[in-house]
DNA sequence: CAAATAGTGTCTTTGAGACACTATCGT
DNA sequence: ACGATAGTGTCTCAAAGACACTATTTG
């Protein structure tokens, strides 16, 4: 890692002289998009035991002289192809036995991502394949693999709560869009309806106007929006 | 561990053959308490390189049979004397270079207790050696070792955060408590003052009167009052 | 003009904030 | 009685919630 002075080395003779065994560490990522007006997150099959056949999530060990950052990037990239898209840390779960194998340590991490950003990107491979309803991941009967269940339920909570008083919702739209689109994207972040005009009242501040509009439509056609950058929550 | 099956065997064998080199996971506490009005973390001075006289949150690596939750209550047990107490993870740090010696991603968590507790089960040693102020410790002139400094500062934020919608500001309080001792414990951790009225509005649901009163003092007795363990936020 | 969705005006309810008042102790 | 702190009543104001109305497109 670097060069070691004399200090270090009686520290890292005694800390490393594998009195004990280190856990390893990943990352968990938990890749959020809303398609079909339905909140869903990248998962993929285990081909292998443990949990062969169940549903996981995707994770990378942690190299040595990564940082979690770059490791949850690696991660993104593999999955999806993409490399700036807007993630922050979940939870670090570290329970002995959540790993039937060894002991691992998983620090997991939500993204968020439009649908639009994750279909430009995907060349090979549908994405949509990938893509599972989170709604029907957290249903007792359907068994994941390791903790991965307890990670999205955990998760789903926060987006719940961060979304009232965040503009995490924004991750999951286009950089153009109406305000009835973002509305639906609320409703289903937050899992309940929300009233048209209140609903302005607050998003306002958060959005800016453009001169376009939808059109083709056989009813009103909706102005588009783009996210307000000066915006803090 | 644990016995291995065949197919397990293998993956340990790829994953174990150090290929790769594991970092080593710690978790650091930040113990906080009220004394003397103020709000202040348990510290300890540095023996060692690196950061050698700095002052450092108190850290214990995580064993290779221990939970996270359980490494922190090892932590918190030796350098309190505490069993029982209120702790929630905080945030997971793992810059590559956040230790000079080596590779350690450090699983930080906060605790809170009332100084009552604190000093109660700290028989030889006086705790209030080990505790500091968080206001000075997060000034710019203090160096702190490690990362420790942004860790506090993103725990204090966290407090200031929760205090206004949960009730994590009883952790700091004893069994019986004045509602205008509750309130100054409000205001130091939110560091603002509040009004009276407004107060006792918003933490009535939280609390229960007792029949007892302070007395002695040269003005009008206040009432004692525990934590209504019904309430839910 | 009918159907459909976009967009606005406004009344009500709720809670935070500000402040003034009353209550009860010791000296 | 007075100083000091405990405790309460109530007005104001801003935000959330609920609902009704108007506006603009296509067929």
């Not at 398609?35 to 056949?53: A, I, Q, S, W």
């Not at 009967?141 to 999205?152: P, S, V, Y």
């Not at 305000?179 to 009242?201: C, H, S, T, W």
Request: hydrophobic share 35%.
């Amino acid at each position: 890692m670097k060069k070691t002075t004399l200090e270090e080395k009686e520290f890292l003779q005694q800390y490393d002289s594998s009195a004990f065994e280190k856990p390893s560490v990943a990352v968990d990522v938990l890749i959020f998009t809303i398609e079909n007006d339905t909140l869903k997150v990248v998962m993929v099959e285990r081909k292998e035991f443990p949990y062969k056949g169940c549903l996981a999530l995707p994770g990378v060990f942690v190299g040595i002289d990564e940082s979690l950052e770059d490791a949850v990037k690696r991660g993104v990239k593999v999955e999806t192809g993409l490399t700036d898209i807007y993630f922050e840390q979940l939870y670090t779960w570290g329970e002995v036995k959540r790993d039937p194998r060894m002991r691992i340590i998983s620090v997991s991490y939500m993204a968020m991502v439009s649908i639009e950003q994750l279909r430009a990107k995907s060349k090979n491979g549908n994405i949509s394949d990938y893509l599972y309803p989170v709604e029907e991941m957290l249903k007792a009967e359907n068994e994941l693999a390791f903790d991965h269940q307890q990670i999205i339920a955990y998760a789903r909570e926060r987006i719940k709560n961060k979304v009232e008083y965040s503009d995490i919702a924004f991750n999951f739209m286009p950089a153009k869009f109406t305000l009835p689109g973002l509305q639906k994207v609320y409703e289903i972040l937050l899992d309940k309806p929300l009233y048209k005009a209140n609903f302005r009242k607050k998003i306002s501040p958060m959005v800016l106007e453009t001169d376009e509009s939808t059109s083709g439509d056989a009813h009103r056609p909706s102005k588009y929006y783009v996210k307000n950058q000066e915006y803090r929550p």
